[in-house]
């Protein structure tokens, strides 16, 4: 394994670690006060090996035929191999959840859709990404 190879497999523990047991809980803990965040969302995926649906939150920039999100892990995060085996999906939207097809974009620049983010964004996505990559989500209802 060569040492940018090591130091990206480091840099992906030690984020999904913060996400797994510091950031995910602590968003999912505040939608069940029926708090919401300008930065976060949730998407929910159904898990492939459970079968079970998963949320996590994500950044997303609605448009009105759907959302884009940044997998900043590409398919190597949980919910990233969980579209890769079954893209159908459902994405909060404020109070209201919308289902949708996601898809992968390796053809989106990754790094002007995070400016898009806005400044905060934008740096959350540049600090904790190994192998981004945009995902569209078209909406199905």
């Known amino acids: 394994m060569s040492i940018h190879q090591d ?6 523990r030690r984020e999904r670690a913060i996400g797994r047991y510091l950031l995910n809980p602590a ?6 006060l029926g708090v919401r965040t300008a930065m976060a969302t949730e998407l929910e995926t159904i898990g492939r090996k459970t079968g079970q ?5 994500v950044s997303a920039q609605f448009d009105d035929g759907g959302a884009w999100v940044i997998s900043q892990h590409g398919t190597r995060s949980g919910w990233g191999s969980n579209i890769a085996v079954n893209p159908n ?17 390796p053809d989106d620049d990754v790094v002007a859709r995070g400016r898009k ?3 905060l964004g934008a740096k959350m996505v540049k600090a904790l990404e190994t192998t981004p990559v945009s995902v569209r989500i078209d909406f199905t209802d």
């Open 7 to 12: 130091k990206t497999l480091r840099k992906f």
């Open 27 to 32: 968003v999912k803990g505040l939608s069940r």
């Open 53 to 57: 649906p998963r949320r996590v939150p």
């Open 89 to 105: 999906v459902r994405v909060r939207q404020g109070n209201r959840w919308r289902a949708g097809v996601a898809t992968f974009r």
């Open 117 to 119: 983010f806005g400044r």
